[in-house]
């Protein structure tokens, strides 16, 4: 698959998302098989200000390649001006406009999905970044704003292609649904139906199965892994199984899960500090270990770990156990209390 000149080995992508998909985690998912990843949304505002906050958003190490930077806002110079800013410091694959995003405090600026009820707004939007650079622009759209203008999309969609736009990612629930109800994937096949550039199918793929079901049912070109991905980074080295036509994949047992997350914690460190990574890592535990015996036990104990050392301590632990007596159960509470006691911290 190409966007524009750039060559793309797999079809299935991660995400953006906002407090998560950083540097780390998008290594990761590179190297179990995502085709393609992005930064979580930047505003041109915060690039325009320099704010260094932003900026750190947007560091990602050439391994990460291709990578597209997404960018939201509502002011077609300031998200021009963004747009050459970026391209000059980052030079990143594509760059990403966020037409989709309903959270309130983006969509009360009238940015991301807000846009989608100002057409003529977001025409401009999209004109003005693609005419200010070189790098290939691309967009992601929700469905609509609500349900009385929920076929917005299939506007939008050709104007954006129109615009220069050279992919588009549609992830068919309105902004007014969030995450209710189900992704309409009809939505997804009538659009690619009507571009010649390339449609990412995205919303609701939540086992390998589905990305297959979503290509085959759609003809989109490639599938976009949210939520699915979050502590489970194999979804794309399965999605790629499926998609070179084999029936099955192989599951990752618990003992792999706890090494992944001790991996991942080991790269969060690499930029951020102890107290900083502790808060990112609990947002992914519950995650990691899904499918283990007493994960609610495990994940109440890591979550409530003042220390990192302490946690990667008992991921150790565990992961040893695991090894060394598979059919034993897990005496959580010895685990971790043999660990704090070792450290002389306390759990609460
Ligand atoms: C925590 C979180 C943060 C998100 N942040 C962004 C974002 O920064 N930009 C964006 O375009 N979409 C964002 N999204 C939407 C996802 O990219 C995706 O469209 C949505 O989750 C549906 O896909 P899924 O069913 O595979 O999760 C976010 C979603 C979640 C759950």
């Not at 930064?39 to 325009?48: A, D, L, M, N, P």
């Not at 110079?77 to 760059?95: C, G, H, L, N, T």
């Not at 992601?140 to 050709?158: F, L």
């Not at 890591?302 to 007596?325: F, G, P």
């Amino acid at each position: 698959m190409k966007i524009d000149s750039i060559s793309i080995k797999s079809t299935v992508f991660l995400a953006p998302m906002a407090g998560y998909t950083n540097s780390p985690f998008r290594q990761i998912c590179k190297e179990k098989g995502a085709g393609f990843v992005f930064t979580e949304f930047v505003s041109s505002e915060g690039i325009i200000r320099e704010s260094q906050k932003t900026f750190e958003y947007l560091q990602f190490i050439e391994s990460e390649r291709p990578i597209g930077i997404q960018l939201f806002g509502h002011n077609p110079e300031s998200m021009a001006e963004a747009a050459r800013i970026i391209e000059d410091r980052y030079k990143p694959d594509v760059i990403d406009l966020n037409f989709g995003c309903s959270v309130r405090k983006v969509v009360k600026k009238n940015a991301g999905a807000a846009l989608l009820k100002d057409i003529g707004l977001l025409e401009s939007v999209a004109q003005s970044v693609v005419k200010a650079v070189k790098t290939p622009v691309t967009a992601k759209i929700r469905s609509g704003w609500n349900h009385h203008q929920s076929i917005v999309a299939i506007e939008v969609a050709q104007i954006l292609e129109n615009a220069g736009v050279k992919a588009l990612t549609i992830h068919p629930r309105t902004a007014s649904d969030g995450y209710r109800n189900t992704a309409d994937w009809n939505m997804i096949a009538e659009i690619k139906n009507m571009l010649s550039i390339p449609v990412i199918g995205n919303g609701d793929i939540k086992v390998p199965e589905d990305a297959l079901r979503m290509k085959e049912s759609t003809g989109c070109d490639a599938v976009m892994i949210g939520r699915a991905a979050i502590g489970n980074p194999w979804i794309f080295e399965q999605v790629n199984h499926l998609f070179e036509g084999n029936t099955n994949y192989h599951e990752p047992d618990l003992s792999v899960k706890l090494d992944m997350c001790i991996q991942h914690i080991t790269r969060e460190k690499q930029y951020a500090d102890d107290d900083h990574v502790n808060r990112i890592m609990k947002k992914y535990y519950r995650h990691y270990i899904h499918g283990f015996p007493n994960a609610s036990e495990i994940r109440n104990h890591l979550v409530n770990s003042k220390s990192l050392d302490d946690t990667v301590s008992a991921l150790q632990e565990i992961r040893n156990h695991i090894l060394n007596y598979p059919t034993q159960i897990i005496h959580v509470k010895d685990i971790f209390k043999k660990i704090t006691s070792f450290r002389g911290k306390s759990f609460s």
